[in-house]
């Protein structure tokens, strides 16, 4: 699984929540966001613990709501050295002047990000009240 999840607040996240399944015997549920340049996906996932001792990850669609198409969101877009933070469970950037966490069209207008010729990389994290959210929902 940590192939996917390179972020180390993410890492300790997931490892946190792991520990308590196996610890417990009993599953975790918690929220999170897989969005496409076009549409937001609100997501839960379980994780539960099998008999042979792994772990089973499920995930599934709570809703979903399109949107204009956000290029910043789109893998294919050419992009500059530059990093932007995002968080990886609710898709909110950060803006560094400020340690502030808005949604992705907020951060385009504040940022201008649509003025310059390339756009930054994503690099993707765990914003202060995804991070504080995960450990209180399962008691980690």
Known sequence: MFEFVADPGNRHIYTLLMNRVRETGRSVNFSFRCDAPDLRRFMQMEIGALSNGGLAFVSRTVREETRKSIALL????????????????????????????????????????????LLPQLSHGVCPECYESALKAEGV
């Open 74 to 117: 789109d893998s294919e877009s050419p992009r500059s050295d530059e990093l932007l933070g995002i968080c990886s469970w609710c898709k909110k950037v950060r803006l560094d002047e400020a340690d502030e966490w808005v949604e992705v069209e907020d951060a385009i207008k504040h940022l201008n990000l649509f003025e310059s010729t």
